[in-house]
């Protein structure tokens, strides 16, 4: 049993892996295009901040080594993404994404590390980074929502690569078998709820993949406009917009650590 339990944590390494190398077309797409276009940096951001996470669990929690290296060359992979992404985004959302970035993967993270390590000991840590890296994980997981938004709004498959969705899809079942394996439910739990969500993917790429685009007709402007508008808002506005997210960000996370408090006093 510990053999098989030892191969599906490999075998969840190598969908990891994928799930990590999937976006270079993408990237390929925008290096040579010397721009972002219609692609959405939440995911980028999210998935790094994510797998920074699981790298520290990964840190306090020695069962959790496959865990934490291969999160580790996530985040190396993560770095480089939302550096290209910054780099080639539009001087109108350049800033805002540097907001976000600072905030999630520099202020935000260095803040759980702190706080994790400052009111907690022992296995409260780990519990307390179980919570925090399953939560995230789960945001990760979400992330792609919106680019499956932009799927039905302009009925093409062309923002949300199908590799991506399917990595997503496998690791999650793959990761999820290992935890609950090994009985670790912060593991099993968000990476069952990430393989739905990428079935969900794949149920809509299934839908769209062979309908054209419309055209950039009267139907269809005023989605282009709403998000050539939002990409130009003042800066004070999407100060605004993301002081009010890192605020429900924070409670959010509140909420995860008290859980977690609850959780270990029972």
């Avoid at 260095?110 to 179980?130: C, D, N």
């Avoid at 680019?147 to 093409?156: L, W, Y």
């Avoid at 002081?243 to 029972?266: D, I, N």
Wanted: aromatic share 14%; net charge neutral.
């Amino acid at each position: 049993m510990e053999g098989f339990t030892f191969f599906i944590g490999i075998l969840g390494n190598v969908t990891s892996m994928l799930v990590f190398l999937a976006p270079i077309d993408t990237f390929k797409r925008i290096v040579k295009n010397k721009s972002t276009e219609e692609f959405d940096s939440l995911p980028y951001i999210c998935s790094l901040l994510s797998a920074s996470l699981w790298t520290y669990y990964g840190i306090v929690q020695p069962s959790a080594f496959l865990v934490g290296t291969i999160n580790a060359f996530g985040s190396v992979l993560g770095i480089v993404y939302v550096g290209l992404f910054l780099f080639y985004a539009p001087p109108s959302n350049k800033v805002k994404i540097a907001l976000i970035v600072g905030t999630l993967n520099v202020g935000f993270l260095a803040g759980a590390i702190l706080f994790t390590r400052l009111a907690f000991k022992g296995e409260a840590r780990v519990a307390s980074m179980g919570f925090l890296a399953a939560g995230f994980i789960i945001v990760t997981y979400a992330s792609p929502l919106s680019s499956m938004r932009t799927v039905v709004m302009t009925r093409s498959v062309e923002y949300m690569p199908f590799y991506l969705s399917f990595f997503i899809f496998l690791s999650g079942g793959v990761w999820a078998l290992y935890g609950w394996l090994i009985g670790d439910y912060f593991v099993s739990v968000p990476n069952g709820t990430g393989c739905i969500l990428g079935t969900a993917q794949l149920v809509l790429y299934g839908i769209y993949r062979d309908t054209k685009p419309p055209a950039r007709d009267s139907a269809c402007v005023s989605f282009y406009d709403l998000e050539e508008g939002w990409q130009r808002q003042p800066l004070l506005s999407s100060t605004h917009s993301l002081v009010s997210s890192t605020h429900s960000l924070v409670s959010s996370t509140h909420s995860l650590l008290a859980s977690g408090h609850s959780f270990l006093e029972s």
